[in-house]
């Protein structure tokens, strides 16, 4: 079922976000500056969403995003963190991310533990996995925006 304001493309530097991403989870997060998250639209509700993304215009893979304040760690600056559901050799702090968002999952939730947090982060990994082989979301894997200015090239 399409969304309001989806899908949304976004691209922009990583910086260095709180750093409870990969150590305290496991679930390394790539962080998005101010102004990219100011320019989300407004009728982008805070939650997790499921899409692609790459970096430095490599190759494409499936991503899980948090849109919001982490009522978990009660943080007080709205945030993008995407989870790119692919292993990479290290940190890429100053690459260029980009991200298209396609589909929402759940909204943004309290929890009493870390494990359950975690728990809940895996099952949206799982179920992002499984919505991204549809034909029409695997269609905008291809999208021209992410091969445009490759780095690589
Ligand atoms: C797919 C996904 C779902 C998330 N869901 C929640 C959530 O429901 N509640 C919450 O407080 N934080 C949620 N988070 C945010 C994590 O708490 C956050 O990524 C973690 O604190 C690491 O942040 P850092 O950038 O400070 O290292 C989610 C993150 C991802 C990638």
């Known amino acids: 079922m399409p969304m309001d304001g989806l899908p949304h493309y ?3 530097p990583v910086i260095k976000g709180f750093g409870r991403g990969s150590k305290q989870l496991g679930i390394p997060t790539a ?3 101010e102004d990219i998250v100011d320019s ?10 499921y899409g692609w993304a790459n970096v430095d215009g490599g190759q494409v ?3 899980v995003m948090s849109i919001g304040w982490n009522p978990f760690y009660k ?7 995407t989870h790119i559901l692919h292993t990479f050799p290290s940190d890429f702090y100053g690459s260029l991310l980009r991200v298209c968002i396609l589909g929402y999952i759940r909204p943004e939730k309290d929890f009493k533990s ?11 990994i799982v179920f992002a996995d ?3 082989e549809q034909n029409e979301m695997l269609q905008h894997k ?8 490759n780095v690589e090239d």
């Open 75 to 81: 943080n007080t600056k709205k945030s993008m963190e």
């Open 114 to 124: 870390l494990d359950d947090l975690i728990a809940a982060i895996k099952s949206d």
């Open 61 to 63: 893979y499936k991503m």
């Open 40 to 49: 989300l639209p407004q009728m982008l509700n805070t939650g997790v969403y």
């Open 130 to 132: 499984e919505a991204l």
């Open 142 to 149: 291809k999208d021209q925006f992410f091969q445009t200015n």
């Open 31 to 33: 962080n998005y500056p």
């Open 10 to 12: 976004a691209s922009g």
